[in-house]
């Protein structure tokens, strides 16, 4: 244990220190190589001069070192190989898109993430919109913007091992502890196993994601609205403005640059939502995205067996043959 | 805000609106933190929100068989427990008959047929009495309706905290997390100065000075000029 702390304290200091000197270190050689003091004031100049056309460089280089071999490699490397064969030997054409788009799970998942993407932002940024002007108004209002916002600071495992507490199905007549099938149980209906609930289901996991990112969309737009100039609201009040005009006509068009800001944001994280569908359903009862099909293909197919893709794909959703 | 002639609506609309989003948001959280103190039998079998409350099963047990009575005072006596050590079941009810499991009051004296009489109190320990002597390989199997009540506990902390990998859990988390949010930063900042310092263009006369070397070697003098 003690040896596990030592080398992680050892990581991380020499991690950071190692991207520190780097920099300080550059940035104190070019000086030193092109003097820009104790020399004559021409070569001071020029050397001024050369500095400024290696330094951007010396600070930009980590930056487009990481992003060439991490992104610009990857992206090109893919998209080489998504016109060869599984050995990455042979030209095949447009062969794996003609599977791939023939694959009813991959059409599956590609029709649940436009799902994702046409609900997931709208909502949070609705949500987030409402708490924020809502809470403006009241004097409470930090405290409960507090406890909206707590959901963000829960990992997306976490959050669903919360939500199974929610969705818990147990048999009609059972006690039930999950709290959705308790309400209904009370008001007479009967519980349903909500993650399977074919559609609906996408729609039960999607809350999840607008419970942790509403409190995100909330913070940054209220900072939005503060910076709103009182007099325009003054102003609109004095015209005869109501309370939706004021908000619409008013509020919304001043605020709209932090409300792209914020729709785009979770939109570029509802592309890669993962973790809620692989810890709620595995992608089962047609849930299934392409972060989790991706993953099922490239790692749990790895370890199911060798076998072909198509065959497993059926083999591990039985849900499909229905 | 002045109170006068505005409606309830007008008036508390608002407040109601965000407690009621509040409860929403909370609850999902207040549920597992309410279950993580509970009982882990419990959890499985009661919703989180009934923690409060004491809550009833019914179950069945046997006493001993005859090869445990003793004779005492010419009777012949079997005494036990029907519940499990440490459980936290209370007895309310028993019976001998499954068509009626709560026949009887726990600590009550039970009078059954041929004056054998069987006592089973709260705790689950029970007397079973009888003018003659038991026989038979089984004892007598006895019904009962069991009460839960509330109870909470810090093993489930206690499992996680000492569960096997945790510590190496942590310390690999903290590795990541600190380098990946100090580096970040530091490429980052160097990265935005870099392109202050050499690609952008000057906006306006004051932006001049952040960009000492750029093409124009005019500006470049007066810098220079500075710097010496």
Redesign the interface.
């Known amino acids: ?1 003690t040896g ?2 030592i080398s ?1 304290i050892l ?2 200091v020499l ?2 220190s190692g ?2 000197v780097y ?1 300080w270190g550059a940035n104190r050689l070019l000086d030193m190589i092109f003097p ?2 104790g020399v004559s ?1 021409q070569s ?2 020029d050397n ?2 050369r ?3 290696i ?6 280089g ?2 487009l070192l ?1 992003l060439t071999i991490y992104l610009i490699y990857p992206v090109i490397e893919t998209a080489r190989l998504s016109f060869l064969d599984r050995g990455g030997q042979n030209f095949v054409g447009t062969a794996n898109y003609e599977w791939a788009l023939g694959d009813r799970e991959f059409r599956q998942a590609i029709f649940n993430n436009f799902l994702w993407l046409a609900v997931v932002p709208a909502a949070c940024t609705f949500f987030g919109l409402v ?1 924020a002007v ?2 403006d ?2 004097w ?2 930090n405290i ?1 913007k507090m ?2 916002f ?2 963000l600071a ?1 990992s997306f495992v976490g959050a669903s ?3 199974k ?2 969705y818990e199905y147990r048999g009609d007549g059972q ?5 959705l099938n ?1 309400i209904v149980q009370w008001f007479g209906g009967e519980p349903q196993v909500w993650i399977s609930l074919p559609f609906w289901n996408n729609f039960f996991l999607m809350v999840i994601l607008i ?1 942790i990112q ?1 409190g995100f969309a909330m913070v940054i737009l209220s900072a939005a609205l503060r910076g709103i100039p009182d007099e325009t609201i003054e102003a609109a009040t004095i015209d005869g403005a109501n309370g939706f005009q004021i908000f619409w006509k008013i509020m919304v068009p001043q605020i709209w640059g932090t409300i792209a800001v914020v729709w785009t944001t979770i939109t570029i994280l509802v592309l890669k939502v993962f973790d809620i569908v692989l810890t709620m359903t595995n992608g089962q009862w047609n849930t299934q995205v392409l972060a989790n099909l991706m993953f099922d293909w490239m790692f749990a197919a790895a370890a199911i067996s060798a076998a072909a893709r198509p065959s497993r794909s059926s083999s591990c959703s039985p849900s499909y043959r229905s | 805000m002045a109170a006068t002639g505005k409606s309830f609506a007008q008036r508390w609309g ?2 109601i ?3 009621l ?2 409860i929403v ?5 207040l ?2 933190l309410v ?1 993580s103190l509970r009982d882990k039998d419990q ?7 009934t923690a409060l409350t004491t809550s009833s099963q019914t179950g069945q047990g046997r006493t001993d068989a005859a090869d445990a009575q003793v004779e005492q005072g010419g009777r012949f006596v079997i005494s036990g427990n029907l519940l499990e050590d440490g459980t936290a079941l209370r007895i309310t009810a028993f019976g001998t008959r499954i068509q009626e499991p709560t026949a009887h009051q726990a600590g009550t004296v039970a009078e059954l047929e041929d004056g054998v009489t069987l006592q089973v109190n709260e705790d689950g320990s029970y007397v079973y009495s009888s003018p003659v002597a038991f026989e038979g390989r089984r004892g007598e199997r006895v019904f009962f309706e069991a009460s839960t009540p509330p109870r909470f506990t810090t093993e489930n902390y206690e499992t996680v905290l000492f569960s096997e990998g945790i ?2 859990s942590f ?2 988390s ?2 990541v997390t ?2 990946a949010t ?2 970040p930063i ?3 900042a ?2 935005a ?3 202050l ?3 952008s263009r000057p906006r306006d006369p004051d932006r001049r000075r952040h ?4 093409r124009p ?1 005019a500006d ?2 007066d ?2 000029a500075q ?2």
């Open positions: 244990m596990q702390i992680a990581t991380v991690g950071v991207c520190v920099f820009a003091h004031s001071a100049i001024l001069r500095q400024g056309l330094r951007p460089w010396l600070f930009l980590p930056a990481i708490i809502l809470t108004r009241i409470w209002g409960a406890f909206v707590m959901p829960i091992v919360i939500w507490f929610i006690t039930q502890i999950g709290v308790a419970w509403t | 608002v407040h609106a965000v407690l989003i509040v948001w909370t609850v999902p959280t549920g597992i279950s959890i499985a079998v009661s919703g989180w929100w510590g190496r310390i690999n903290l590795t600190i380098p100090i580096i530091l490429i980052a160097f990265a100065y870099a392109r310092d050499a690609f960009r000492p070397a750029g070697p470049v003098a810098t220079a710097a010496l």
